[in-house]
């Protein structure tokens, strides 16, 4: 059982809270600590820090998992192998220069050359690199476009994060306003306790900034999740949930009304021609005459119309329907996907 701390920065102490956790460990039956950081925010100096910490306060091996475009992330492996990790994880080359991982033949010629020799034969790596290189082709992988992976790191967050929320953002034709996003994040992670913005908590936190930005109103609605993360069902947060968030949550559960049943058997031939899935089949039976509104707008939206806010629905309402969209289109292609 080897135990998993992610390091998210924010202004709640991270080096206190890990350590706090740390502790925990031995009775839980961990044989190893894995520091992980995913938003590749892990400063060189913090990564010496956490893990002399890390090793004291649990008396357990750590490893470090951690990424970076700007050369962070071999720096902080070096100062982690300095401080005592044990494990680094990295990737053959062709696969961490695409993905901003730490490339195991430059660490393992680094270490070697500080005197913490880890035994690697680097000659091996550069082979296996020339077969994935060979596996991969010529097709380019597509890197993260310089807006993203710069404001990534300037609000330190994941860039898969950020990549996500601009693209539907521009499926809205509203990719002008990612930074307005990525503020309204921030303020909602302080609001919430500044939980760790690692998957699924990020998206959660980034599914409301979109309501807030595209509605322009704040908790007018609350997705589930994020009542989910109130409710402690993702982990207690670092710090002290605002009481005015908690308020707003419980006053939209309290005025939340169960949906009228409508037979799915009536729905599909009316439907046909508007619902392309299953999913948005079940769209029409739990918003009637609103999702018919918003399917029509997904169809014209290649037109450039939205016709959707100011329409019949009010904007909160709006938005929460076109995320369950979302979330069926997604579904919807996984399940193509062959296996």
Not at 137 to 150: K, N, Q
Not at 295 to 313: E, F, K, M, Y
Request: hydrophobic share 45%.
């Amino acid at each position: 059982f080897e135990a998993g701390l992610l390091y998210s920065p924010g202004p709640t102490g991270e080096t206190e809270a890990l350590v706090e956790q740390a502790r925990k460990l031995p009775q839980l039956g961990a044989t190893r600590v894995l520091l992980h950081d995913s938003s590749g925010s892990l400063e060189p100096h913090r990564a010496h820090e956490l893990v002399t910490a890390l090793r004291e306060a649990s008396s357990l091996p750590v490893g470090l998992y951690c990424q970076g475009a700007t050369g962070n992330a071999l720096a902080a492996a070096l100062e982690a192998a300095r401080a005592g990790a044990d494990l680094i994880s990295c990737a053959v080359y062709p696969v961490a220069l695409a993905l901003h991982r730490v490339s195991g033949e430059a660490l393992a010629s680094a270490l070697a050359g500080a005197g913490l020799d880890t035994g690697v034969d680097v000659s091996a790596l550069w082979t296996a690199s020339e077969l994935v290189d060979e596996h991969i082709g010529d097709e380019p992988v597509t890197p993260l476009a310089p807006r993203i992976a710069v404001r990534a790191a300037e609000h330190k967050l994941p860039a898969g994060l950020v990549a996500a929320l601009d693209t539907r953002l521009r499926a809205y034709a509203a990719g002008d306003r990612l930074d307005e996003v990525l503020e309204e994040l921030t303020r909602i992670r302080s609001e919430a306790g500044w939980p760790p913005l690692a998957a699924p908590i990020g998206q959660i936190l980034g599914s409301q900034a979109l309501v807030h930005v595209l509605s322009a109103s704040r908790y007018a609605m609350v997705v589930d999740e994020l009542r989910a993360l109130l409710e402690g069902r993702f982990g207690t947060p670092p710090g002290e949930v605002d009481p005015a968030l908690r308020r707003a949550v419980s006053l939209i559960s309290e005025g939340s009304e169960p949906e009228p049943e409508t037979p799915l058997s009536e729905l599909r031939a009316e439907a046909e021609g508007l619902a392309s899935s299953e999913e948005e089949l079940l769209l029409l039976a739990l918003f009637g005459e609103e999702a018919e509104a918003l399917l029509t707008s997904v169809r014209a939206r290649a037109r450039g119309d939205d016709t959707l806010v100011g329409g019949a629905l009010d904007q909160s309402r709006a938005e929460r329907v076109r995320e369950l969209v979302r979330v069926g289109h997604r579904t919807h292609e996984a399940a193509r996907v062959p296996r």
